[in-house]
């Protein structure tokens, strides 16, 4: 069964460094999305992302904050200058081809700011 | 998307059916109802999703009131494995995630 994939599983980085995380969403999927999860907290949707540009993001998402789909396979989440309030679990998770389709969810990948 | 009311938390005996709740009385016409759950801190994994009619699949079963006010997901034989927060979103696209339920299969 076709699946969402994440990399790294555990970044651990010092405040102030430039950090990617990556997605490998489900092929034929055109719909993308990156939430996080603060350690005890719930789920918090960041941005969408549809033909190559952001449909929709939260306030969360900020300037340090930016999407790529480099190719036609990865989907990528910087973040330009941690902060310690960045540590939390990042989820990827695409959609097919609606948006109103299912969201299916990568493993996540847990980022620590020290 | 719609408000969402859920328990905080649930037990249920392993092998008994688990039955969860979910009050969405201000859904419109065009949001579904969807359910994930989520496994200590793994990624959110898709449970089932319905707009009107109830809905079965190799998981669970969603039951969805005429009104759309409100609906149950029923874990038909829970298992320990079925330890887990659940969620239960009413959307139309965007998946705006609460507080879930805990539910907790004790043996």
């Known amino acids: 069964e076709p699946e969402v994939t994440q990399t790294p599983s555990h970044q651990v980085t010092q405040m102030g460094q430039e950090v990617i995380l990556r997605c490998v969403p489900i092929s034929n999927h055109l719909y993308f999305y990156w939430y996080r999860q603060i350690l005890g907290q719930k789920v918090e949707f960041l941005v969408s992302?549809?033909?190559?540009?952001?449909?929709?993001k939260s306030e969360i998402f900020d300037d340090q904050f930016s999407v790529e789909r480099p190719d036609g396979s990865n989907f990528t989440l910087k973040i330009r200058s941690t902060k310690l309030e960045d540590s939390a679990m990042y989820f990827c998770a695409s959609t097919g081809t609606g948006s109103t389709d299912t969201q299916y969810f990568g493993p996540g990948t847990r980022l620590t700011v020290l | 998307d719609a408000k969402t009311t859920q328990p905080p938390s649930m037990d249920c005996a392993e092998g008994r059916a688990a039955n969860l709740p979910c009050n969405h009385s201000?859904?419109?016409?065009?949001?579904?109802v969807y359910w994930y759950r989520q496994i200590h801190s793994q990624g959110p994994q898709y449970i089932i999703h319905g707009l009107k009619n109830n809905e079965t699949n190799e998981m669970a079963s969603l039951i969805i009131t005429e009104d759309r006010k409100s609906s149950t997901l029923i874990l038909p034989h829970a298992t320990l494995r079925d330890t887990a927060v659940y969620y239960c979103?009413?959307?139309?696209?965007?998946?705006?995630f609460g507080a879930g339920t805990r539910l907790t299969v004790k043996p």
């Open positions: 992302f549809y033909n190559n540009e952001i449909s929709e």
């Open positions: 201000t859904i419109s016409g065009n949001e579904y």
């Open positions: 979103i009413a959307t139309y696209n965007d998946m705006r």
